[in-house]
């Protein structure tokens, strides 16, 4: 039983090493990687969606060339926990996901994945045993095709000063920079040794 390249004894110490701990959504993310290159054809450059922020991401930066920072991974937040491998070019992939209708078998799963008990109440061994056995078993697998919009790659054109923060961004966002746009995301401590005079927009 392999993830990939890696034993599950292997991935997990990736995994505590890479998300901080031996998160269980990222150790099914594993398989879920697995599951999807298992199902593609050996040849093929392939981006990845992620249809939930939430620990899916860190499984497929650990496990594919696909990560956030080179921009072959896009997260697109449906809330289900899926992810997909895809053609480039072509858009046409394999998509993983947590199949509910298949949490029965594995009532520790059960329970985590859809919260119907606490985290305290949780039995965190049989969870981790439970995964290990299961492997992909609580998944499915679709043959699909991404919308178009995701094989659009936007490439930055030009900068421009944003006249409220004064800072470089890309002009094709607008007259301001996205942060400003979308109003402070920081809160400035007046006694903070960093603080400006000015309190900045973004």
């Not at 920072?69 to 926990?81: C, D, F, K, P």
Request: glycine share 8%.
């Amino acid at each position: 039983m392999n993830i990939c390249n890696y034993t599950f004894d292997e991935y997990v110490e990736l995994v505590r090493n890479f998300h901080g701990f031996a998160a269980p959504g990222v150790l099914i993310g594993g398989f879920m990687v697995d599951l999807a290159y298992r199902h593609l054809s050996e040849e093929g450059l392939f981006d990845a969606l992620c249809e939930t922020p939430k620990c899916l991401p860190d499984a497929i930066q650990l496990l594919t060339a696909c990560t956030i920072g080179n921009g072959w991974l896009t997260v697109h937040n449906t809330g289900r926990y899926a992810m997909a491998l895809y053609d480039k070019r072509s858009g046409e992939g394999i998509r993983v996901y947590i199949d509910a209708l298949k949490l029965n078998k594995w009532p520790e799963i059960q329970g985590w994945f859809l919260k119907l008990k606490p985290k305290a109440a949780q039995n965190i061994e049989l969870l981790m045993t439970q995964i290990k056995a299961a492997e992909g078993d609580v998944c499915s697998v679709q043959h699909i095709r991404v919308a178009e919009r995701f094989l659009v790659k936007k490439h930055r054109s030009g900068f421009a000063i944003c006249p409220c923060c004064n800072e470089a961004y890309p002009f094709a966002d607008g007259t301001l920079c996205l942060g400003c746009q979308s109003g402070a995301i920081y809160v400035e401590s007046i006694n903070s040794p960093y603080s400006n005079e000015e309190i900045l927009c973004g």
